[in-house]
């Protein structure tokens, strides 16, 4: 799995424009795990490591700022829907939950994905004007 995710990694980095992913490129992301590097424009919390692994059958989840949060995502045309969000209801400092709060509400509202020449994970949500910044969990 990790000799496909660099093979994958690789082809992104040479290539030199954007593209938007598709249900053949999310699923072969499958078991990819991503840290969330930016929130639409509005920074992120260094401390509050916030993720999203990209599962067998359409599954998502991951680590919100202070809980575990899982999802599915259907695929309609260019468009990528995203279920409700269940989570785990642990308490945090209010900063945290704010962070929290405002990712789980992007989540809700992802319209598309695309993975950039870096190989990042851009996720672009209608309620933001900038995308979700995702990079590759490193082991």
Known sequence: M????IGLLLVIAMSSCKYN???ADLHSLTGT??????LAGLGIIDSAETTL????????SGYGACNRWFSSYV??????????????KRMCPPEMMDQEKRFFDAMAH??????????RL?????????PLIF???KS
Do not use: C, M
């Open 75 to 88: 695929i309609e045309g260019s468009k990528l829907r995203v279920q409700p969000i269940g989570a785990t």
């Open 21 to 23: 992913a598709n249900s």
């Open 33 to 38: 795990s991503w840290v969330l590097h930016d």
């Open 2 to 5: 990790k000799t496909l995710l």
């Open 110 to 119: 992802i319209q598309h994905v695309e993975l950039d020449p870096q190989g």
């Open 53 to 60: 692994v990209i599962g067998d059958n359409n599954r998502i």
């Open 135 to 137: 990079v590759p969990k």
């Open 122 to 130: 851009l996720l672009f949500s209608e309620n933001y004007q900038q």
